[in-house]
């Protein structure tokens, strides 16, 4: 359990960050981009050490930090240009995190991320730009900062924070055909013919953009099963989660028929009711060591199995390693 299990679908992310303000004060956060300027605009509230702000864009980015200046002055800030989806902009963000003068980090919020694009494109690496985006550049990024972390879990905990989607229900990861080439797939790792019929999407092995965005959320949340059990001893937890659907940038690849019919089933959620979630995987104190677990509307859920099968965990880092060619222990 959460320590607050009243928090819900409706709790906004500035109460969440109240109820946790000393789990805050003095630590030092990294988030990219998607919800995280609304993130670090909590944060900044409640005496953060330093806020760490990524994005492909310094420009944008700047204006965020520009703002954070002109409202909590006493807040250091510092901007990170990250393209999540090229791992050559990856590593070289991570070698500018690694040499900061900073010892530790104690909070990283991997949020940044595409959906549903509509055409299959492919990233600057060759790979389909749902699991370059949402998937390959966080595994990359985090492990390449991964001792930054282990130094903030032995300094009280440290906590990776995937935001996944409950979209991950939609595909299974796809080890036949991974970039969606729709080429020799097994029929058990097409996406769900339930929920292809239940939002009028596509059902079969070609490429389909809820599919591919599902694939990439699965494997988050396969990663952060593995992360779970490499950094069991290591002081830092390890938590995915749905935020909830929420009206962002994200769905600007949607067609506005498609946005309609989901959100008839789907509740929206504000931008602020959309961090809270993130939040309480980062800062609840009662989750501390509780690697692997899945939160949805600020509590634990149970995962399907396409999402907690530890013998796929396992596949996929081993996968996963051999694609961005670097291997990794902790």
Known sequence: MTSHPTFGEKTEGEEVATTFAKEIKAKTSVGPNGLGAILARILATHSPALLILTGRSPTKVEAVTNDLATTYPNVKTRILQLDISSFES????????????????????????????????????????????NYLGPFLFTNKIMDKLINGGEGGGARIVNVSSNSYTFSPFRFSDYNFEGINVIESEYPSKALCEMYGIPWGPQYVPTAAYGQSKTALMLYSLHLSKLLAAKGVTTISLHPGAIATDLWRHIPKENTEQFFKILPMKTPSQGISTTLVAALDPKLAGSSGVYLEDCQRKEVTESGINASNAEKLWTLSEGLVKENFSF
């Open 90 to 133: 990856i590593r070289t963000a991570a070698n500018e995190v690694n040499a900061y003068p900073e010892p530790s980090i104690d909070i990283l919020v991997n949020n940044a991320g595409v959906m549903n694009i509509p055409e299959r494109q492919l990233s600057a690496n060759g790979f389909e730009m749902h699991l370059a985006s």
